[in-house]
């Protein structure tokens, strides 16, 4: 835990600029205009980005903070020049003109912050400024007052002190998430996907993925098609054979089974080494089967094998870290966070499916597997009173009959704070199940469980499918009373569940032992 703390004044990481600057305000000229970013008379603050000499003035990149946090930058024509890092408050004077005045001294570091405007759990992005080792005795743990520059949130170009056990140098970067009003908690790069980048990902994903329904599809067209290359075939039926029976998935151990094989956790068992069940994971058996198909396409297409690389290669992660492009794609990123995930076909081509259609689909699969691992990071989370979410979305493929069906899951933790130290944590279970059975249509069963009591609400597109739950819900709710459940709500509506960025999920009844 590091504190925010202002017990001791640090020197200036960077004392040249106030020497190198005037005190005297004065006028600059945009070289754009403001565009409504500002109106005459109001006012924002600014950092000096860059400085440029020209012929008879200076010009200065100018990095503007507003006062909602929103940051632009801007160039202005300057009579004088003013260093790198210098701040300013800046005041709109026309569309195309600034006064500039200087902070005087800059702006008197944080020691504390505003729950209401950061609440606990908000994430804070700042860069070191200045840090400088507090005197201890010599059994004493080293601390460091550290000054950050926040880069985030409404509190952006506001500095921050800190006192922390961590050595960090001035320059680096860092994100903290907010506890109290005078504690943080550093998130370590490794431990993290930046926000920013994850969004951009799940966006990504999101647009490249396709329904698992036609690749089931396009698998059962190729098995057993007359020259078909022996090794691809045997990828197909193992890929198919797989695939456990419905009722498998009612039984505690074949769920769980199932739920570790769906392709979830493949990075995590190749980043310890756990190879053992490699074969049984949807999208290790996914991948294998790309890799199969690329040498055995036509070679009279030339082109084919370098499309479908390209296509392999958009379906895999890369997580690189790139700010600049983390304007995103809001509205597929919102799609991909909706549960569950629309059904998306990709276009077929006409007549018999061919390798190039099997390769298209498979990659589009692995995609919709990723836009769930994604959307399970994205959905993981500390909430403003201290609840922790932890988020698991999957897929699961279930044979029915002569029919492969995907089954969408979703499950959340939520771990609440201890109120008082005597006050154990409540765990509140949810589950979200979406699936489309024949003759039954789409269904959707959400359900929640806390202290051993279990709410449920399913939902039926059919009118014909709703009546019939209805009329077998008291049956549904004898056998989960026999399981040793308190039973409170139940209920079957025809259509769905309403969607919204903040619709909360009442699900299914989960094993935690599954």
């Not at 020497?19 to 603050?45: F, I, N, R, Y």
């Not at 392999?312 to 492009?325: E, S, T």
């Not at 500390?382 to 899951?409: A, F, K, S, Y």
Request: net charge neutral; proline share 6%; with cysteine.
């Amino acid at each position: 835990m590091n504190e925010i703390s202002g017990a001791r004044p640090l020197p200036s990481a960077t004392p040249s600029v106030r020497a190198a600057a005037s005190a005297a305000d004065m006028a600059v000229k945009l070289l754009q205009p403001l565009e409504g970013l500002l109106a005459a008379g109001e006012t924002a603050k600014a950092e000096v980005v860059a400085l440029k000499e020209s012929a008879q003035s200076f010009q200065l990149l100018l990095r503007l903070t507003l006062d909602n946090g929103r940051q632009t930058t801007l160039e202005a024509s300057s009579p004088r020049p003013l260093a790198q890092g210098t701040a300013l408050a800046v005041t709109a004077l026309s569309d195309t003109r600034l006064l500039l005045a200087l902070q005087g001294g800059g702006d008197k570091p944080l020691t504390q912050l505003d729950l209401e405007q950061l609440p606990v759990g908000t994430l804070l992005q700042g860069k070191v400024v200045a840090s400088q080792q507090i005197a201890q005795a010599k059994a004493e743990q080293a601390v460091y007052r550290v000054v950050v520059n926040l880069l985030n949130t409404s509190l952006a170009g506001s500095k921050l002190s800190l006192e922390t056990p961590l050595a960090l140098p001035v320059g680096s970067l860092l994100t903290a998430q907010v506890q109290g009003s005078q504690a943080l908690n550093f998130l370590p790069l490794s431990g993290r996907l930046d926000q920013l980048e994850l969004g951009q990902q799940l966006a990504a994903q999101q647009n490249r993925q396709g329904s698992l329904e036609g690749l089931f599809k396009g698998l059962q067209g190729m098995s057993g098609k007359a020259g078909l290359p022996e090794g691809l075939q045997a990828g197909i039926d193992k890929l198919l054979a797989a695939f456990p029976e419905a009722r498998q998935l009612t039984d505690p151990k074949g769920l769980a089974q199932s739920m570790e094989n769906s392709g979830l956790f493949l990075e995590t068992k190749l980043l310890h080494g756990q190879t053992g069940n490699l074969p049984q994971d949807l999208k290790a058996n996914l991948l294998r089967l790309v890799a199969q198909m690329l040498p055995n396409l036509p070679a009279s297409s030339p082109l084919a094998v370098s499309n479908a690389s390209g296509a392999l290669a958009q379906a895999l992660p890369a997580f690189v870290r790139n700010a600049l492009g983390a304007l995103g794609q809001p509205n597929a990123r919102q799609q991909a966070l909706s549960f569950p995930l629309p059904s998306k076909l990709l276009q077929s081509m006409e007549g018999e499916a061919d390798l190039e259609t099997l390769l298209r689909l498979a990659a589009a699969a692995i995609s919709r597997l990723q836009t769930h691992q994604l959307s399970s990071l994205a959905q993981t989370q500390t909430m403003p009173d201290g609840t922790l979410v932890t988020t698991w979305q999957l897929e699961l493929p279930m044979r029915n009959q002569q029919e492969l069906v995907p089954l969408q899951v979703k499950l959340q933790r939520e771990d609440s704070p201890k109120a008082e130290k005597k006050e154990q944590k409540e765990t509140l279970w949810k589950v979200e199940l979406a699936f489309d059975l024949a003759p039954l249509g789409p269904l959707q069963v959400q359900a929640q469980l806390l202290r051993g009591s279990l709410s449920s609400q399913l939902w039926a597109e059919r009118v014909g499918t709703a009546q019939l739950i209805g009329e077998e819900l008291e049956t549904l709710r004898e056998r989960l009373v026999a399981a040793g459940l308190t039973v409170g709500e139940l209920a079957c509506r025809q259509g769905v569940p309403p969607q919204g960025p903040r619709t909360q999920l009442e699900q299914r009844w989960v094993d935690e032992t599954a």
